[in-house]
């Protein structure tokens, strides 16, 4: 019986930074050896994935969040199964609460990110004290340094305001998701981000009902497969409406304790083998 497992990136397959469990890679290419369908399922932009992701090899991606979902091994090459950018009033509407508030913030597009002006040096501060720390405690664990990749964002003047999918804040305040959520409306999904910051907050927007589970029904009807044929793995926020579809969720060994008891199902964490080890348990290696 061929299955589908839908792998999110940061956290899962590669860890905050650039470092792969080789054992992951073992996994994913021996899943589809095995004849199972291996797919992306992040809120990255496909423009923004680490190419040594891209390199293991995959039969498609969800990126932004479910904005847009392509099948075949580079999300940059391959058809279109689902394309649904922010309508340009409310891309308008997420920068006029940006700026109001004084929050930095990306906007993403399917092939790339935009930055506001104050959002470059918050985060080349941040990866410069995470990587320093990241250093330490790879060389401790005997694993090889990370190699950081970083595309320099161009400016969100640049940005074509009829193809965001999603935007992407850091923000001083530590309840500005809570905040944006109640200012903005229904018409947006507000969630927690994945950046682990030592202070503030930090999230994702993008449209309401846009969500990796939406895509990911998309392209099961697309390829006449089932839920119960689908796997999803995990550690975020932007994985609960994942978890919500698939028959079999699972969390990452490393995620929130709460996004552990809302998939039910708990891997080991991300350079613990959790991928290869959450094949092996369902049968898939």
Same mark, same amino acid.
């Given at each position: 019986?061929?299955?589908?497992?839908?792998?999110?990136?940061?956290?899962?397959?590669?860890?905050?930074?650039?470092?792969?469990?080789?054992?992951?890679?073992?996994?994913?290419?021996?899943?589809?050896?095995?004849?199972?369908?291996?797919?992306?399922?992040?809120?990255?932009?496909?423009? @923004?994935?680490?190419?040594?992701?891209?390199?293991?090899?995959?039969?498609?991606?969800?990126?932004?969040?479910?904005?847009?979902?392509? &099948?075949?091994?580079?999300? @940059?090459?391959?058809?279109?199964?689902?394309?649904?950018?922010?309508?340009?009033?409310?891309?308008?509407?997420?920068?006029?609460?940006?700026?109001?508030? $004084?929050?930095?913030?990306?906007?993403?597009?399917?092939?790339?990110?935009?930055?506001?002006?104050?959002?470059?040096?918050?985060?080349?501060?941040?990866?410069?004290?995470?990587?320093?720390? &990241?250093?330490?405690?790879?060389?401790?664990?005997?694993?090889?340094?990370?190699?950081?990749?970083?595309?320099?964002?161009?400016?969100?003047?640049?940005?074509?305001?009829?193809?965001?999918?999603?935007?992407?804040?850091?923000?001083?305040?530590?309840?500005?998701?809570?905040?944006?959520?109640?200012?903005?409306?229904?018409?947006?999904?507000?969630?927690?981000?994945?950046?682990?910051?030592?202070?503030?907050?930090? $999230?994702?927007?993008?449209?309401?009902?846009?969500?990796?589970?939406?895509?990911?029904?998309?392209?099961?009807?697309?390829?006449?497969?089932?839920?119960?044929?689908?796997?999803?793995?995990?550690?975020?926020?932007?994985?609960?409406?994942?978890?919500?579809?698939?028959?079999?969720?699972?969390?990452?060994?490393?995620?929130?304790?709460?996004?552990?008891?809302?998939?039910? &199902?708990?891997?080991?964490?991300?350079?613990?083998?959790?991928?290869?080890?959450?094949?092996?348990?369902?049968?898939?290696?």
């Amino acid at each position: 019986m061929t299955r589908i497992a839908f792998l999110d990136v940061d956290g899962t397959i590669l860890e905050h930074g650039s470092v792969i469990a080789p054992s992951t890679v073992t996994a994913v290419r021996k899943a589809r050896e095995n004849g199972h369908l291996v797919w992306l399922s992040t809120g990255r932009s496909a423009g @923004d994935i680490h190419p040594e992701v891209l390199a293991i090899g995959f039969d498609g991606a969800i990126t932004n969040g479910g904005a847009y979902a392509t &099948r075949g091994g580079d999300p @940059d090459e391959h058809a279109l199964i689902v394309e649904q950018p922010m309508p340009r009033a409310d891309v308008e509407a997420l920068e006029r609460y940006f700026e109001a508030h $004084g929050i930095h913030y990306f906007l993403q597009t399917h092939g790339g990110v935009y930055a506001s002006a104050g959002m470059g040096p918050v985060m080349t501060e941040y990866r410069r004290e995470r990587h320093e720390k &990241r250093a330490a405690e790879l060389e401790a664990e005997g694993l090889p340094p990370e190699q950081p990749l970083w595309r320099e964002p161009r400016p969100v003047s640049e940005v074509d305001r009829d193809a965001v999918a999603k935007a992407v804040f850091v923000s001083p305040s530590t309840d500005t998701v809570a905040h944006a959520a109640a200012a903005l409306g229904e018409g947006f999904h507000v969630i927690p981000g994945s950046i682990p910051l030592p202070g503030g907050s930090n $999230g994702e927007i993008g449209q309401a009902g846009v969500t990796k589970g939406s895509a990911i029904t998309a392209v099961l009807d697309q390829l006449g497969l089932s839920a119960t044929d689908a796997i999803g793995i995990g550690d975020s926020w932007n994985d609960v409406e994942m978890f919500e579809v698939v028959g079999t969720p699972v969390a990452m060994g490393n995620a929130a304790p709460e996004l552990q008891r809302l998939a039910g &199902r708990v891997t080991t964490a991300v350079l613990d083998d959790g991928v290869h080890n959450a094949f092996t348990e369902l049968g898939l290696i």
